[in-house]
Protein backbone atom coordinates (compact mmCIF):
# COMPACT_ATOMS: atom_id res chain seq x y z
CA UNK A 1 0.00 0.00 0.00
CA UNK A 2 2.02 2.79 -1.15
CA UNK A 3 -0.19 5.60 -0.64
CA UNK A 4 -2.16 6.71 2.71
CA UNK A 5 -5.69 5.48 2.78
CA UNK A 6 -7.02 9.39 2.98
CA UNK A 7 -4.57 9.37 -0.38
CA UNK A 8 -6.24 6.10 -2.01
CA UNK A 9 -9.67 7.71 -0.72
CA UNK A 10 -9.15 10.92 -2.71
CA UNK A 11 -7.81 8.61 -5.55
CA UNK A 12 -10.68 6.36 -5.80
CA UNK A 13 -13.10 9.44 -5.64
CA UNK A 14 -10.98 10.75 -9.10
CA UNK A 15 -11.64 7.57 -10.89
CA UNK A 16 -15.56 7.28 -9.51
CA UNK A 17 -15.95 10.85 -10.41
CA UNK A 18 -14.14 10.72 -13.88
CA UNK A 19 -15.70 7.49 -14.72
CA UNK A 20 -19.40 9.05 -13.80
CA UNK A 21 -18.55 12.28 -16.26
CA UNK A 22 -17.79 9.66 -19.22
CA UNK A 23 -21.12 7.81 -18.82
CA UNK A 24 -22.95 10.83 -18.23
CA UNK A 25 -21.50 13.20 -20.72
CA UNK A 26 -23.80 12.16 -23.64
CA UNK A 27 -26.94 12.81 -21.86
CA UNK A 28 -26.00 16.22 -20.06
CA UNK A 29 -24.94 17.56 -24.23
CA UNK A 30 -27.74 15.93 -26.25
CA UNK A 31 -30.98 14.59 -24.11
CA UNK A 32 -32.80 17.55 -24.95
CA UNK A 33 -34.64 15.54 -28.28
CA UNK A 34 -32.76 17.24 -30.52
CA UNK A 35 -30.31 14.75 -32.57
CA UNK A 36 -26.30 14.82 -31.64
CA UNK A 37 -24.62 16.24 -34.36
CA UNK A 38 -23.70 14.36 -37.14
CA UNK A 39 -19.87 14.55 -36.25
CA UNK A 40 -20.15 13.64 -32.76
CA UNK A 41 -22.57 10.19 -33.84
CA UNK A 42 -19.32 9.63 -36.30
CA UNK A 43 -16.78 10.08 -33.94
CA UNK A 44 -18.89 8.02 -31.83
CA UNK A 45 -18.73 4.94 -34.13
CA UNK A 46 -15.20 5.68 -35.06
CA UNK A 47 -13.38 6.04 -32.17
CA UNK A 48 -13.39 3.44 -29.98
CA UNK A 49 -11.98 0.74 -31.85
CA UNK A 50 -9.13 2.93 -32.05
CA UNK A 51 -9.40 4.03 -28.54
CA UNK A 52 -9.19 0.19 -28.00
CA UNK A 53 -6.22 -0.19 -30.32
CA UNK A 54 -3.96 2.60 -28.34
CA UNK A 55 -5.40 1.01 -24.89
CA UNK A 56 -3.34 -2.38 -26.16
CA UNK A 57 -0.66 -0.42 -27.10
CA UNK A 58 -0.38 1.46 -23.93
CA UNK A 59 -0.84 -2.48 -21.76
CA UNK A 60 2.05 -3.63 -23.79
CA UNK A 61 4.78 -0.20 -23.68
CA UNK A 62 6.96 -2.20 -21.14
CA UNK A 63 8.02 -4.91 -24.08
CA UNK A 64 11.47 -5.30 -24.19
CA UNK A 65 14.26 -6.50 -26.59
CA UNK A 66 15.92 -8.37 -27.06
CA UNK A 67 15.86 -10.87 -23.90
CA UNK A 68 13.21 -13.39 -24.44
CA UNK A 69 11.52 -13.03 -21.23
CA UNK A 70 10.91 -9.05 -22.23
CA UNK A 71 8.77 -10.25 -24.94
CA UNK A 72 7.65 -13.87 -25.75
CA UNK A 73 5.22 -14.07 -22.46
CA UNK A 74 3.27 -10.86 -23.79
CA UNK A 75 3.21 -12.19 -27.67
CA UNK A 76 2.36 -15.51 -26.21
CA UNK A 77 -0.36 -14.77 -24.07
CA UNK A 78 -1.97 -12.24 -26.41
CA UNK A 79 -2.27 -14.49 -28.95
CA UNK A 80 -3.42 -17.24 -26.65
CA UNK A 81 -6.09 -14.21 -25.84
CA UNK A 82 -7.40 -13.52 -29.33
CA UNK A 83 -7.26 -17.20 -30.66
CA UNK A 84 -8.81 -18.49 -27.75
CA UNK A 85 -11.74 -15.56 -28.30
CA UNK A 86 -11.64 -16.38 -31.85
CA UNK A 87 -12.48 -20.34 -31.02
CA UNK A 88 -14.96 -19.40 -28.18
CA UNK A 89 -15.62 -16.46 -28.40
CA UNK A 90 -16.66 -16.33 -24.26
CA UNK A 91 -14.97 -13.31 -22.48
CA UNK A 92 -14.31 -15.62 -19.36
CA UNK A 93 -12.54 -18.58 -21.33
CA UNK A 94 -10.55 -15.60 -23.11
CA UNK A 95 -9.47 -13.38 -20.39
CA UNK A 96 -9.10 -16.18 -17.99
CA UNK A 97 -7.47 -18.54 -19.89
CA UNK A 98 -4.60 -15.86 -21.37
CA UNK A 99 -3.93 -14.34 -17.91
CA UNK A 100 -2.86 -17.82 -16.25
CA UNK A 101 -0.73 -18.96 -19.36
CA UNK A 102 0.59 -15.57 -19.31
CA UNK A 103 1.56 -16.20 -15.35
CA UNK A 104 2.50 -19.13 -15.46
CA UNK A 105 4.99 -17.89 -18.36
CA UNK A 106 6.07 -14.91 -15.95
CA UNK A 107 6.31 -17.35 -12.94
CA UNK A 108 7.75 -20.50 -14.17
CA UNK A 109 8.91 -20.95 -17.93
CA UNK A 110 10.72 -17.12 -18.53
CA UNK A 111 11.52 -16.29 -14.50
CA UNK B 1 -40.87 -4.73 -9.69
CA UNK B 2 -42.15 -7.83 -9.28
CA UNK B 3 -41.27 -11.66 -9.32
CA UNK B 4 -42.33 -11.43 -12.97
CA UNK B 5 -39.94 -8.62 -14.06
CA UNK B 6 -36.88 -11.11 -11.84
CA UNK B 7 -37.84 -13.72 -13.72
CA UNK B 8 -37.50 -12.13 -16.77
CA UNK B 9 -34.22 -10.35 -16.00
CA UNK B 10 -31.89 -12.91 -14.51
CA UNK B 11 -31.64 -15.43 -17.43
CA UNK B 12 -30.88 -12.28 -19.48
CA UNK B 13 -27.46 -11.60 -17.14
CA UNK B 14 -26.25 -14.83 -16.36
CA UNK B 15 -23.50 -14.43 -19.17
CA UNK B 16 -22.79 -11.32 -17.33
CA UNK B 17 -22.83 -13.09 -13.84
CA UNK B 18 -20.18 -15.47 -14.86
CA UNK B 19 -17.91 -12.98 -16.92
CA UNK B 20 -18.09 -10.52 -13.62
CA UNK B 21 -17.42 -12.88 -11.07
CA UNK B 22 -14.67 -13.72 -13.09
CA UNK B 23 -13.15 -10.57 -13.94
CA UNK B 24 -14.31 -9.10 -10.30
CA UNK B 25 -12.67 -12.15 -8.29
CA UNK B 26 -8.98 -10.85 -11.01
CA UNK B 27 -9.54 -7.77 -9.66
CA UNK B 28 -9.99 -8.61 -5.76
CA UNK B 29 -6.82 -10.52 -6.07
CA UNK B 30 -5.01 -7.96 -8.02
CA UNK B 31 -5.90 -5.49 -5.30
CA UNK B 32 -5.27 -7.93 -2.32
CA UNK B 33 -1.61 -8.33 -3.95
CA UNK B 34 -0.78 -5.20 -3.42
CA UNK B 35 -1.82 -4.86 0.20
CA UNK B 36 -5.53 -3.53 0.04
CA UNK B 37 -7.84 -5.66 1.78
CA UNK B 38 -11.69 -6.44 1.13
CA UNK B 39 -13.30 -3.85 2.23
CA UNK B 40 -11.11 -1.79 -0.78
CA UNK B 41 -12.41 -3.94 -3.42
CA UNK B 42 -15.92 -3.70 -2.49
CA UNK B 43 -15.90 0.69 -1.78
CA UNK B 44 -14.29 0.77 -5.43
CA UNK B 45 -16.63 -2.08 -6.92
CA UNK B 46 -19.70 0.34 -5.27
CA UNK B 47 -18.24 3.47 -5.94
CA UNK B 48 -16.09 2.92 -9.72
CA UNK B 49 -17.94 0.41 -10.95
CA UNK B 50 -15.55 -0.25 -14.44
CA UNK B 51 -13.97 -3.34 -15.11
CA UNK B 52 -10.80 -1.95 -17.24
CA UNK B 53 -11.06 1.11 -15.31
CA UNK B 54 -10.41 -0.50 -11.94
CA UNK B 55 -7.61 -2.91 -13.34
CA UNK B 56 -5.99 0.11 -14.19
CA UNK B 57 -7.41 1.58 -10.85
CA UNK B 58 -4.47 -1.10 -9.19
CA UNK B 59 -1.97 -0.17 -11.51
CA UNK B 60 -2.10 3.31 -10.58
CA UNK B 61 -2.65 2.87 -6.80
CA UNK B 62 0.40 0.22 -6.84
CA UNK B 63 2.51 2.93 -9.05
CA UNK B 64 1.25 6.16 -6.23
CA UNK B 65 0.28 7.54 -9.32
CA UNK B 66 -1.09 11.41 -8.52
CA UNK B 67 -4.36 12.51 -9.18
CA UNK B 68 -4.15 14.22 -12.10
CA UNK B 69 -2.65 11.05 -13.75
CA UNK B 70 -5.14 9.19 -12.11
CA UNK B 71 -7.96 11.79 -13.94
CA UNK B 72 -6.70 11.44 -17.49
CA UNK B 73 -5.32 7.79 -17.54
CA UNK B 74 -9.42 6.79 -16.07
CA UNK B 75 -10.90 9.40 -18.47
CA UNK B 76 -8.74 7.50 -21.38
CA UNK B 77 -9.17 4.16 -20.24
CA UNK B 78 -13.29 4.98 -19.74
CA UNK B 79 -14.03 7.42 -23.18
CA UNK B 80 -15.54 4.78 -25.22
CA UNK B 81 -18.40 5.08 -22.82
CA UNK B 82 -19.00 8.69 -24.10
CA UNK B 83 -20.38 6.84 -27.19
CA UNK B 84 -22.37 4.08 -25.33
CA UNK B 85 -24.52 7.12 -23.70
CA UNK B 86 -25.55 8.10 -26.80
CA UNK B 87 -27.45 5.05 -27.55
CA UNK B 88 -29.22 4.76 -24.47
CA UNK B 89 -30.73 8.24 -24.76
CA UNK B 90 -33.98 6.81 -25.82
CA UNK B 91 -34.21 4.15 -23.72
CA UNK B 92 -33.61 5.65 -20.39
CA UNK B 93 -35.93 8.42 -21.23
CA UNK B 94 -38.67 8.97 -18.57
CA UNK B 95 -36.98 6.55 -15.90
CA UNK B 96 -37.42 8.96 -12.99
CA UNK B 97 -34.88 9.19 -10.47
CA UNK B 98 -33.11 5.68 -11.81
CA UNK B 99 -32.02 6.83 -14.86
CA UNK B 100 -29.12 8.30 -12.52
CA UNK B 101 -28.17 4.77 -11.16
CA UNK B 102 -28.88 3.73 -15.24
CA UNK B 103 -25.94 6.33 -15.98
CA UNK B 104 -23.90 5.07 -13.80
CA UNK B 105 -24.15 1.71 -14.25
CA UNK B 106 -23.50 1.61 -17.69
CA UNK B 107 -20.94 -0.64 -18.67
CA UNK B 108 -19.73 -2.34 -21.41
CA UNK B 109 -21.51 -5.55 -20.67
CA UNK B 110 -24.63 -3.63 -19.06
CA UNK B 111 -24.70 -1.63 -22.27
CA UNK B 112 -24.40 -5.14 -24.36
CA UNK B 113 -27.52 -6.33 -22.92
CA UNK B 114 -29.37 -3.07 -22.82
CA UNK B 115 -28.71 -2.75 -26.16
CA UNK B 116 -29.89 -6.12 -27.68
CA UNK B 117 -32.52 -7.62 -24.94
CA UNK B 118 -36.01 -6.55 -24.76
CA UNK B 119 -38.46 -7.50 -21.89
CA UNK B 120 -40.69 -9.95 -22.73
CA UNK B 121 -44.88 -8.93 -22.30
CA UNK B 122 -46.11 -7.44 -19.37
CA UNK B 123 -43.12 -6.82 -18.20
CA UNK B 124 -42.34 -2.82 -17.44
CA UNK B 125 -39.71 -2.06 -19.44
CA UNK B 126 -38.09 0.44 -17.02
CA UNK B 127 -38.49 -1.95 -14.14
CA UNK B 128 -36.56 -4.85 -16.50
CA UNK B 129 -33.35 -2.57 -17.59
CA UNK B 130 -32.84 -1.28 -13.90
CA UNK B 131 -32.89 -5.02 -12.55
CA UNK B 132 -30.72 -6.06 -15.24
CA UNK B 133 -28.25 -3.28 -14.28
CA UNK B 134 -28.53 -3.63 -10.83
CA UNK B 135 -28.01 -7.48 -10.88
CA UNK B 136 -24.94 -7.06 -13.09
CA UNK B 137 -23.45 -4.49 -10.58
CA UNK B 138 -24.11 -7.07 -7.39
CA UNK B 139 -22.24 -9.77 -9.47
CA UNK B 140 -19.41 -7.31 -9.76
CA UNK B 141 -18.92 -6.69 -6.22
CA UNK B 142 -19.33 -9.96 -5.59
CA UNK B 143 -16.74 -11.17 -7.30
CA UNK B 144 -14.48 -8.32 -6.15
CA UNK B 145 -15.07 -9.31 -3.17
CA UNK B 146 -14.23 -13.17 -3.45
CA UNK B 147 -11.34 -12.69 -5.01
CA UNK B 148 -9.91 -10.50 -2.11
CA UNK B 149 -10.61 -13.13 0.16
CA UNK B 150 -9.21 -15.75 -1.47
CA UNK B 151 -6.45 -13.85 -2.20
CA UNK B 152 -5.95 -13.11 1.45
CA UNK B 153 -6.29 -16.89 2.48
CA UNK B 154 -4.64 -18.05 0.00
CA UNK B 155 -1.76 -16.09 -0.25
CA UNK B 156 -0.15 -17.28 -3.86
CA UNK B 157 1.87 -15.09 -5.92
CA UNK B 158 0.18 -13.20 -7.95
CA UNK B 159 2.71 -11.70 -10.13
CA UNK B 160 1.07 -11.29 -14.07
CA UNK B 161 -2.41 -11.62 -13.05
CA UNK B 162 -2.82 -8.11 -14.50
CA UNK B 163 -2.22 -9.17 -17.76
CA UNK B 164 -6.06 -9.74 -17.26
CA UNK B 165 -6.22 -5.93 -18.44
CA UNK B 166 -4.34 -6.65 -21.80
CA UNK B 167 -6.75 -9.86 -22.28
CA UNK B 168 -9.82 -8.00 -21.55
CA UNK B 169 -8.66 -4.92 -24.36
CA UNK B 170 -7.64 -7.66 -26.86
CA UNK B 171 -11.04 -9.43 -26.25
CA UNK B 172 -13.05 -6.28 -27.17
CA UNK B 173 -10.85 -5.77 -30.16
CA UNK B 174 -11.47 -9.02 -31.57
CA UNK B 175 -15.10 -8.74 -31.19
CA UNK B 176 -15.16 -5.18 -32.24
CA UNK B 177 -12.53 -6.01 -35.35
CA UNK B 178 -15.09 -9.41 -36.29
CA UNK B 179 -18.47 -6.23 -36.46
CA UNK B 180 -15.87 -3.60 -38.17
CA UNK B 181 -17.10 -2.14 -41.01
CA UNK B 182 -13.59 -0.66 -41.90
CA UNK B 183 -10.49 -1.48 -39.83
CA UNK B 184 -8.99 1.52 -40.35
CA UNK B 185 -9.95 2.84 -37.10
CA UNK B 186 -8.23 0.17 -35.19
CA UNK B 187 -5.32 0.09 -37.35
CA UNK B 188 -5.05 3.76 -37.16
CA UNK B 189 -5.16 3.59 -33.23
CA UNK B 190 -2.96 1.09 -33.04
CA UNK B 191 0.04 2.78 -35.35
CA UNK B 192 -0.52 6.39 -33.83
CA UNK B 193 0.12 5.13 -30.34
CA UNK B 194 3.13 3.01 -31.70
CA UNK B 195 4.71 6.10 -32.88
CA UNK B 196 3.91 8.37 -29.81
CA UNK B 197 5.41 5.67 -27.87
CA UNK B 198 8.23 5.83 -29.69
CA UNK B 199 8.49 9.30 -29.87
CA UNK B 200 7.16 10.66 -26.19
CA UNK B 201 8.08 7.63 -24.59
CA UNK B 202 5.72 5.58 -22.32
CA UNK B 203 4.91 8.17 -19.59
CA UNK B 204 3.64 10.63 -22.04
CA UNK B 205 2.24 8.58 -24.91
CA UNK B 206 -1.52 8.54 -24.31
CA UNK B 207 -2.26 12.67 -25.37
CA UNK B 208 -0.32 12.54 -28.16
CA UNK B 209 -1.75 9.47 -29.23
CA UNK B 210 -5.57 10.32 -29.02
CA UNK B 211 -4.94 13.94 -30.73
CA UNK B 212 -3.78 12.32 -33.70
CA UNK B 213 -6.37 10.02 -33.65
CA UNK B 214 -9.50 12.40 -33.16
CA UNK B 215 -7.59 14.97 -35.80
CA UNK B 216 -7.12 11.62 -38.52
CA UNK B 217 -10.88 9.74 -37.68
CA UNK B 218 -12.08 14.07 -38.47
CA UNK B 219 -10.04 13.87 -41.93
CA UNK B 220 -10.87 10.67 -42.75
CA UNK B 221 -14.76 11.44 -42.20
CA UNK B 222 -15.41 11.77 -45.96
CA UNK B 223 -14.29 8.22 -46.34
CA UNK B 224 -15.30 6.38 -43.27
CA UNK B 225 -18.54 7.78 -42.93
CA UNK B 226 -21.59 6.44 -45.18
CA UNK B 227 -23.57 9.44 -43.98
CA UNK B 228 -21.21 11.84 -45.32
CA UNK B 229 -22.32 12.35 -49.10
CA UNK B 230 -26.16 12.56 -48.07
CA UNK B 231 -25.59 15.35 -45.38
CA UNK B 232 -23.69 17.20 -48.10
CA UNK B 233 -26.38 17.02 -50.48
CA UNK B 234 -28.86 18.57 -47.56
CA UNK B 235 -26.33 21.18 -46.50
CA UNK B 236 -27.18 23.07 -50.40
CA UNK B 237 -30.99 23.13 -50.67
Known amino acids: ?111 | MNQKTLAAAFPVTVPVLMGYLAIGMAFGLMLQSIGYGVGWAALMSLLIYAGSGQYLGVSLLAAGASLTQVAFLTLMVNFRHLVYGLSMLEKFRGMGPRKLYMIFSLTDETYALLSSAKAPEGVDEHDFFFLVALLDQSYWVLGSAIGSLLGSALGFDTTGVDFAMTALFLVIAVGQWKSAGSHLPALLGGAATLASLLAAGAEDMLLPALAVIVIALTLLRPRLDPDWNREEEKSCP
Do not use: E
Not at chain 1, 27 to 44: E, M, Q, S, T
Not at chain 1, 48 to 73: E, N, R, S
Open chain 1, 1 to 111: MPLTPAQTLAAIAVMAGVTFLTRALPFLLFDRGDHPPKLVLYLGRVLPPAIIAMLIVYCLKGVTFPALGGWAPPLIAGLAAVLLHLWKGNDLISIFGATVLYMVLVQGVFA
